[in-house]
């Protein structure tokens, strides 16, 4: 699949980058900059789906003429958004949280092209549980620095975060950060015009 346009990551993920990569699509990447504020009437999908629209509306409005795709993650559990740690003690407290317990992780993604005034948008959720884990192995976690920039303090993807798992229902790259089947039914669907198959 070729994209006939300028294609436009509005993100800072490396995962997000890489996942693109996985499936031959080229793009540059622009971080969006915006404030990610909680609104307290929006369900954490919603609010995860409006984050993407924002992120890509933030740079579909200075590239008109590309193909911006926004995307943002959220981790749910026992009624609380985990978002990024901001340190040793928030990543523990995560990690002990997600323990033996079953969340769901939401992400919302946004595609915008703003020279045709199209903006799509759709939220994937996947249930992940976590078997039982010991401090020593939140604290050995903790020490390789991964769980600081990614949203409920893990990476399914990670050479220690995936030992954690135990089950997922749902798809496993909705919770690495990119839903690439929803990505593409999206691409397939909604820009047939700019995308060579």
């Known amino acids: 699949m070729n994209i006939n346009t300028d294609f436009i990551l509005a993100s800072q993920s490396p995962r997000r980058r890489k996942l693109l990569r996985q499936i031959g699509i080229s793009f540059v990447h622009i971080p969006a900059n915006i404030v990610e504020t909680v ?12 984050l993407a629209i924002k992120k890509a509306s933030s740079v579909a409005s200075r590239k008109p003429n590309a193909l911006v795709l926004g995307a943002d993650t959220l981790v749910m559990s026992r009624g609380m958004i985990l978002g990024k740690p901001s340190g040793d003690l928030e990543a523990a407290d995560m990690l002990r949280q997600l323990s033996g317990a079953v969340h769901k992780v939401h992400t919302g993604i946004a595609l915008i092209h703003q020279a045709s005034e199209r903006i799509v ?14 401090e020593t192995e939140i604290s050995n976690y903790i020490k390789t620095g991964s769980p600081f920039d990614k949203a409920g303090a893990y990476g399914i993807q990670d050479d220690m975060g995936a030992l954690f798992i135990e089950h997922i229902n749902g798809d496993y790259y909705n919770v690495v950060g990119l839903p690439l089947r929803r990505l593409y039914v999206l691409l397939r669907e909604n820009f047939k015009d700019l995308i060579t198959f």
């Not at 609104?39 to 409006?50: D, G, H, W, Y």
């Not at 759709?122 to 992940?128: F, P, Q």
């Open 121 to 134: 948008s759709v939220v994937e959720s996947t249930d992940v549980t976590f078997g039982q884990i010991t």
């Open 39 to 50: 609104e307290k009437s929006c369900t954490p999908s919603q609010l995860a789906e409006q």
